[in-house]
């Protein structure tokens, strides 16, 4: 049976594994990194980098270098205004509409981008081992909602994957904590990372995984506390010197990267210092930026953020109904459980002395999926999992209500179904809106989309009975169908405004994407190709200047301006030009260079 990848599509890093001999196994990437940056960026002369070469030139690239994609995937314009803010690229996209970052002059879906990363992981993955590979499982934070999930599920197939599973991230560190684990446990993972909260209260049996219950904020994640850093130094620094190092894109780069190592430091230290010389210059002269951050200061400047963490735990326990009694470990997860507070508010909502810290947090998520994968292609014994729904799911009522359908926290996969008709006599058509969220209010929560019913045969109003039914699959994942009762026809269903594209859509951005590979890798080549020419053409020049003397003068001119034709070639990227003039070189300096 083909191999089935696992892959963690983090908000910051992103991580490949595979189910290899008895257990799951990180992949690392040719450089040895064990997990890739989740950033794509657009060069000046038309390139596109992923994963570290991306994120090294993003100080000075910061409008083309994207990071943090995740949390714009499968998101309306309206949700994202706070992340808009503080990312340096251009999100476009009008009120309910589902935003696309404008690159250059190019607009790309979020799904595109994090389909770039997933190339990437992909051909890590094959690179190891040495065959191609079609199938993965993808996790996503249990708190996605619908549009989220779909978009990721889109990002795959454009990648070349058949997603064969979208799995919580929560569930997955279980897997990965669990799998040697033989007794029946109850656990909390607390899962937090660069972009999103994750909550999970489960059980761990032998061989099943049964969530009770989720909670969480894909609005909260490390790079919030980043934010709130750079926000302090940026006023003091605007306070002593009236610039707003905010409005300067690259300056503002280079403080986000400082704002997180200060961060990163806090968690071991009490105390860290800024620097930041040249930071720009005004008509005094340059201008640099010292500053001393204590813990205390960084804890106070992001209690809300902490009061939130605090809350989503209250939260989950209230849908639980359970006592910290019943809690047998908690799990942590992710690169900001390491933050000293982030311990302290998990360790005092859940009553607990001690946090799990066993796995590596960076890693746990990707393997957890690597074992899944193991599971599908039949190297492991079925494992039962048993996870919930995030969110609620219902109808808009004529009033603007909603008529709810599915609570949140129900286990998965499930089916409900509802009777619908028509308000009005002879209506051959009828909107449904189905709505995610926990308000009563349906234009406080998510529209995942007009479900238009057609083809409703003409009668009184309220007469024809159409059976609608929702199913969630065991990736979450929402499908529509609908019956009109009487015939026991289906009825057409035509969804407008959700994130879901279409077959065609995704065939043509999986053909864009693979030729910009084919582009990427002739660039590479032609990249390749220049540097050795230079080489080759400074050391001739080395070799002629010691040499010249030994050879006939005719040789020496005909050298010259070959090296002369090879240096405009190479500066015209002539790649047949540039072979070319190599090869003449060969021709005539070899025989001497032998002769020496
Ligand atoms: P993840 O999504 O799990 O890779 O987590 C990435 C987030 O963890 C980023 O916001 C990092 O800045 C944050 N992070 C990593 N190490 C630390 C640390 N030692 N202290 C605080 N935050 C950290």
């Known amino acids: ?75 309306r314009h309206n949700e994202v205004r706070g992340e808009e803010k503080i990312v340096p690229y251009e999100i476009v996209g009008n009120g309910h509409e589902f935003v696309k970052v404008k690159v250059k002059r190019r607009r790309c879906t979020p799904q595109e981008i994090s389909a770039m990363i997933l190339r990437e992981l992909k051909a890590m993955a094959e ?27 889109d990002a795959g197939e454009i990648a070349g994957l058949t997603v064969e599973r979208i799995i919580n991230e929560p569930t997955a560190a279980a897997l990965a904590y669990g799998l040697e684990q033989r007794v029946n446990k109850k656990i909390i993972v607390f899962d937090f ?21 989720v909670h969480g904020n894909t609005h909260l994640g490390g790079d919030d506390f980043d934010q709130r850093i750079i926000d302090v130094v940026a006023d003091d620094f605007r306070r002593k010197e009236r610039i707003d190092i905010r409005q300067e894109s690259m300056a503002l780069q280079r403080l986000k990267e400082a ?25 005094s002269g340059p201008k640099h930026i010292q500053y001393t951050m204590e813990r205390e200061r960084f804890e106070s400047v992001c209690a809300d953020l902490f009061d939130d963490l605090g809350d989503c735990c209250k939260k989950l326990m209230h849908d639980v109904g359970w006592s910290s009694l019943d809690i047998e470990d908690v799990v942590m997860v992710g690169g900001s459980t390491r933050i000293p507070k982030v311990q302290e508010i998990a360790m005092e909502v859940f009553q607990t002395l001690e946090l799990d810290k066993s796995i590596n947090p960076d890693e746990v998520v990707a393997l957890g999926a690597a074992i899944l994968a193991g599971v599908l292609q039949g190297d492991l014994k079925r ?27 129900t286990p998965i996969p499930v089916a409900t179904r509802k009777i619908f008709s028509t308000p009005k006599n002879n209506q051959t058509s009828v909107p449904i809106n189905i709505i995610e969220g926990e308000t009563t ?55 407008t405004g959700g994130v879901g594209l279409d077959r065609n859509q995704i065939e043509r951005m999986k053909i864009t994407a693979s030729a910009n590979d084919q582009k990427n890798e002739i660039k590479q080549d032609l990249l390749d190709l220049r540097n050795h020419a230079e080489s080759v053409f400074h050391d001739i020049q080395k070799w002629l200047e010691y040499n010249s003397k030994l050879m006939p003068p005719r040789t020496v001119e005909q050298i010259i301006n070959i090296l002369k034709k090879l240096k405009k070639k190479i500066n015209k990227g ?21 002769a020496a």
């Open 127 to 153: 690179d190891y081992l040495g065959e191609s590979v079609s199938r993965a499982v993808i996790t996503v934070p249990a708190y996605f909602n619908d549009s989220q999930r779909q978009a990721t599920k």
């Open 193 to 213: 990372g660069g972009g999103t909260f994750d909550l999970s209260a489960m059980e761990i049996g032998d061989n099943f995984f049964k969530v009770y219950a």
């Open 1 to 75: 049976m083909s191999k089935v990848i696992g892959i963690d599509l983090g908000t910051t890093n992103s991580c490949v594994a595979i189910w290899e001999g008895n257990q799951p196994r990180i992949l690392s990437n040719f450089n040895g990194d064990r997990t890739m940056p989740s950033v794509v960026a657009f060069t000046a002369s038309g390139e596109r980098l992923v994963g570290m070469p991306a994120r090294n030139q993003q100080i000075t690239n910061p409008t083309a270098t994207i990071y943090s994609i995740k949390r714009f995937m499968g998101r």
């Open 574 to 594: 002539d790649k047949v030009g540039i072979r070319l003039m190599l090869k003449k070189l060969d021709e005539v300096v070899n025989p001497y260079r032998e």
């Open 259 to 283: 704002a997180e190592q200060a961060k990163t430091e806090l968690s071991f230290r009490e105390e860290t210092t800024i620097m930041l010389p040249f930071i720009c210059v005004d008509g």
């Open 383 to 409: 494992i039962k999992l048993m996870d919930v729904t995030s969110h609620s799911l219902g109808v808009e009522t004529v009033r603007g209500g909603v008529a709810p359908l599915l609570e949140r926290n």
């Open 441 to 495: 209010k349906a234009k406080l929560n998510n529209s995942l989309g007009i479900f238009q019913l057609t083809g409703i045969p003409r009668a009184p109003r309220g007469v024809p009975q159409i059976e609608v039914e929702f199913a969630i699959d065991a990736n979450g994942i929402l499908k529509v169908s609908a019956t009109d009762v009487d015939s026991g026809k289906s009825q057409n269903i035509v969804i």
